[in-house]
């Protein structure tokens, strides 16, 4: 048996394999984003890249792809998006050692000619390869919340449907009478039983692909609702402070009234205009998506890509008590051991008296103000400095939570 095996005979199918194999490695090169965009090659990487997120976001009709529906630069403050947390990791795990596990054992037969792999979940699925590419593709649209990867794994869902059907039709043209009796007995991505369930849910094939176009991406929009229904957020007036560190926010409500009556941050605070604010750690990894706050924050200059993400992917649990501050020892809580802290303001076009929760909507334009680090303790400003009306990634739409 292939590495994934399929009922159609459609010529055109075949004639397609190349052309849906580089959409499936397209789906994988823009979910990894998140890992490109730390590394030296960010640079090459956007240089292709950006134009197409840019043009995304000059319409309202097309900008929601561009934003994020996940918690990624802020620890999960709530139990519910913790778990989401661990499961993108357990999800991408478990996806490549499926996808992986059972590649071995296709090549394995083949080498050893020993033919059709008929064990493990072969015995019970015939592309359990397409199964783990998906679980591996939910977990990524986890781990880097971003609506276009959702949107894309929709998109590579359907393109596996299209590749199991041609490799299916060419097994049953070699196998014959054999591969149809496999079929009998085994489902196409599940087992037979759940999938006879969901096919008298949705009996055409194309019902069940909008079923599922519709739970992800009603899913994803849900949780981003329930995600700024729960962050932790301080508002006084036109003020709103987003503490990066849950355990921040007691911080916050005992003194962040009075950090705002220093005379050099009320100075710098416009009449009336909605402003957000990050409250976080001095050297907290992550604040160049929020502003450009010097060139050590911008990760693509450092060479810790492969250290970072795979502490991101394999310790859910260490990241979510240090959020990114954990992908790397030696960076980002510095100044976690005390209360001095970095507050970066941005400007929010935004109606005045917005809810909080508001100035994190897709379609508002976000603009830098100021950074300024305060001994939160004794309200003594230790820097104040104007910033640049980009991030620490130029013109490049990062997450806003």
Request: hydrophobic fraction near 50%; include cysteine; aromatic fraction near 10%.
């Amino acid at each position: 048996m292939t590495a994934k095996i399929g009922p159609s005979g459609d010529r055109s199918l075949t004639r397609a394999r190349p052309l849906l194999g580089g959409a499936i490695v397209l789906y994988f090169v823009i979910g990894l984003e998140v890992l490109i965009m730390i590394s030296p090659a960010a640079g090459f990487f956007y240089a292709a890249f950006n134009p197409f997120l840019l043009f995304l976001n000059q319409s309202p009709a097309t900008r929601w792809l561009t934003a994020f529906f996940l918690p990624h630069m802020v620890s999960p403050p709530d139990l519910l998006l913790q778990a989401v947390r661990v499961a993108g990791s357990g999800l991408f795990l478990a996806g490549a050692a499926v996808f992986l596990v059972c590649a071995g054992q296709v090549y394995f037969n083949k080498f050893a000619r020993r033919g059709v792999a008929l064990r493990g979940l072969y015995a019970f699925i015939r592309h359990p390869q397409y199964l783990g590419l998906a679980l591996t593709g939910m977990g990524l649209a986890i781990l880097w919340p971003r609506f276009l990867v959702v949107a894309l794994w929709i998109l590579m869902v359907g393109v596996y449907h299209l590749l199991a059907r041609d490799e299916q039709g060419r097994m049953l043209r070699r196998f014959g009478d054999e591969y149809r009796s496999y079929m009998d007995r085994t489902g196409m991505f599940l087992p037979k039983a759940v999938e006879t369930a969901f096919a008298r849910l949705a009996p055409r094939a194309r019902l069940r692909f909008l079923v599922i176009a519709a739970a992800a991406l009603g899913g994803a929009f849900a949780l981003r609702t329930y995600t700024l229904a729960h962050l932790p957020i301080w508002s006084n007036g036109p003020v709103s402070v987003l503490a990066i560190l849950p355990g921040d926010m007691a911080m916050l409500e005992h003194r962040m009234a009075s950090v705002l009556e220093l005379p050099e941050v009320k100075a710098r605070l416009g009449a009336g205009e909605p402003v957000l604010a990050y409250m976080m750690p001095k050297d907290y990894v992550m604040q160049g998506m929020i502003a450009d706050t010097g060139g050590e924050w911008q990760l693509y200059k450092r060479h810790h890509t492969v250290a970072m993400i795979s502490d991101w992917v394999l310790h859910p649990f260490r990241h979510l008590e240090d959020g990114h501050a954990a992908m790397h020892h030696g960076m980002g809580m510095g100044a976690q051991g005390g209360t001095a802290r970095r507050l970066i303001f941005l400007r929010v076009d935004a109606p005045s008296g917005a809810d909080p929760a508001a100035l994190f909507g897709i379609n508002l334009h976000r603009s830098p103000l100021f950074v300024a680090d305060v001994e939160i303790h004794t309200l003594v400003v230790q820097e104040i400095r104007d910033l640049p009306g980009e991030t620490g990634w130029g013109r490049v739409p990062t997450p806003v939570f």
